[in-house]
Each structure stands twice: as C-alpha cells, then as structure tokens.
C-alpha cells in the first residue's frame, strides 16, 4: 500500500528557507506513471498547488512561486524534497506531498500534512 | 492563472441531493476533460471523489457524480448522508504551463 509521509521543522524565522521531505514507501518515485508533487493549505484557506516532477527530470512550478522554490528528487532513497526561500508569514500552511496520477492527472494518494509556521 | 471559482457554500438535508459548481474558463474546463473533485474533512488530507469530469475511483459510493458543462465542472452528492460533511475542491489541467489549478474551496453542511 502507497504512503507518503512529509518531515521536516514545524517552524521557519522569516526570510529563511522553509525544508520537506517526502518519504514514499510501498511504491517507486521511478514508476513511470505518476508525477510527484507538492501542495499547501494556509490556516484556514484552500489548496494551492506548488510544483510536481516527473521521475525523468522534468519538474513544473506554480508561477507564482516559480522564484522561491525547488522541488529535488532523491531516487536513491525513494523521497523527494522541497525547499522554498525567502519565506514570510504568508507561507505559513499544512504541506502536503502527494502521487499524481500520468493519465488522468489527479492526486491519487496524499501524505497527511505537515503544518510550517512561519514566525520569529 | 486564476484560481477556479467554487460556492463557498452548499447545504442539503439528509437523503436529498445537491450540486456544487466549479467555473473556469475555455483555457482549463473548457478546454480539458481533467477535471477532479476531493473531500476533505477538517484536519484530514484530501481525497480523490471524481477524476476525468465523471469517473469515480474505487471505493466511492456511486451517490457522487460529476459532470461538466461549457467550461462549468459540477459535483452532485445524491442522498446525502451526515458524513459528507465536508469541504470539497475541484481542480483542471490547464495546459502544460499550468498543470494544476485549484478551485477555492465550497463547505458542504448536511443540515
């Protein structure tokens, strides 16, 4: 059975850069037919949709934070990360990693979350 | 580009039915059969009701449907029941420069 399971500091200062990991286990980031990728929920708020990546290098980016972040694949150990820099306190939000399907493009499988507060 | 446009609301009574809205544009719904739906219930991750406009994954009660209309996606939950209280989200493909969009997002009250 597919899990993802986000990891990383609850906490970032303001203008540092804000670190997740994604560890997937019962199936390979490898696998062809899926897109990995990376969506948050601020407090309160709805889904955004950060960037995704596809097992051949291939990695699309929300335009909107195209600038501050990357999404880092780490095949080896069958995780991805994400880095995202210059946070403020609008970057504030419930991570979530999730498996997006190659075909019919919805996220299948989500990880559960993991809320970064961004404050000093 | 925008967010897709959702109610922030919709309510229904147990074992009736109700339709939430999802708008875009002729460059996402319009334009692609890669619409979706997700459930999420306070606290939880979200799940996947409707892929492809209509397609149900399985293990969801066929009391979910979904549709598409002009560039106008719609979830309708048939016979509500209590735990379907729930806030739910549309999402499209929009093409290759905007893979993913969301829509904001309508709370589903079962009175």
């Known amino acids: 059975q597919l899990q993802l399971q986000e990891s990383g500091p609850g906490l970032v200062k303001p203008s540092e850069t804000l670190s997740l990991t994604c560890l997937v286990s019962?199936?390979?980031?490898?696998?062809?037919?899926?897109?990995w990728g990376w969506i948050r929920q601020p407090p309160g708020k709805g889904l955004e949709w950060i960037g995704s990546?596809?097992?051949?290098?291939?990695?699309d980016y929300n335009s909107s934070l195209k600038s501050r972040v990357t999404i880092l694949e780490d095949s080896s150990n069958n995780q991805f990360s994400l880095k995202l820099n210059s946070v403020t306190a609008a970057d504030t939000a419930v991570y979530y990693c999730a498996r997006r399907t190659g075909i019919s493009l919805e996220f299948d499988c989500w990880g559960q979350g993991a809320l970064v507060t961004v404050s000093s | 580009q925008s967010a897709l446009t959702q109610p922030p609301s919709a309510s229904g009574s147990p074992g009736q039915s109700v339709t939430i809205s999802c708008t875009g544009t002729?460059?996402?719904?319009?334009?692609?059969?890669?619409v979706s739906w997700y459930q999420q219930h306070p606290g939880k991750a979200p799940k996947v009701m409707i892929y492809?406009?209509?397609k149900r994954p399985s293990g969801v009660p066929d009391r979910f449907s979904g549709s598409k209309s002009g560039s106008t996606a719609s979830l309708t939950v048939s016979g509500l029941q209590v735990e379907d209280e729930a806030e739910y989200y549309c999402s499209s493909y929009a093409g290759s420069n905007t893979p993913v969009l969301f829509g904001g997002g309508t709370k589903l009250t079962v009175l």
């Open positions: 002729s460059s996402d719904i319009g334009r692609y059969n890669y």
């Open positions: 492809e406009v209509s």
């Open positions: 990546f596809y097992y051949t290098g291939t990695i």
């Open positions: 019962g199936g390979s980031i490898t696998n062809g037919h899926y897109y």
